[in-house]
């Protein structure tokens, strides 16, 4: 079992950066992938960036050249870099471990 807790949201306006963190404990061993997703109100959970073991990245078409995700190894921690935040990236993020495994989630606001 893996478990992740999700840090960095918060409110920021329109063309602003946030960077999110997800810690990693437990089984970490057996993590291949990582990667965030988000929901927002009345909408369905949607990918927006995966990274595996391997360090391939590959990101969702509406955060592509805005959003950035990392891996610290020798922390067990993956990142978010959030840059030229819009209103519609509003939602909770969550992070997950081979999609199986999911922090609690963190809210992003941005305002207009």
């Known amino acids: 079992q893996v478990q992740l807790v999700e840090s960095g949201g918060g409110l920021v306006q329109t063309g602003g950066s946030l960077r999110l963190s997800c810690a990693a404990s437990g089984s970490i061993f057996s993590i291949n992938v990582m990667a965030w997703h988000r929901q927002a109100p009345g909408k369905q959970r949607e990918l927006v960036a995966v990274?595996?073991?391997?360090?391939?990245?590959n990101y969702a078409d509406s955060v592509k050249g805005r959003f950035t995700i990392s891996r610290d190894s020798a922390k067990n921690t993956v990142y978010l870099q959030m840059n030229s935040l819009k209103p519609e990236d509003t939602a909770v993020y969550y992070c997950?471990?081979?999609?199986?495994?999911w922090g609690q989630g963190t809210q992003v606001t941005v305002s207009s």
């Open positions: 997950g471990a081979n999609f199986l495994n």
């Open positions: 990274i595996t073991s391997g360090g391939i990245t």
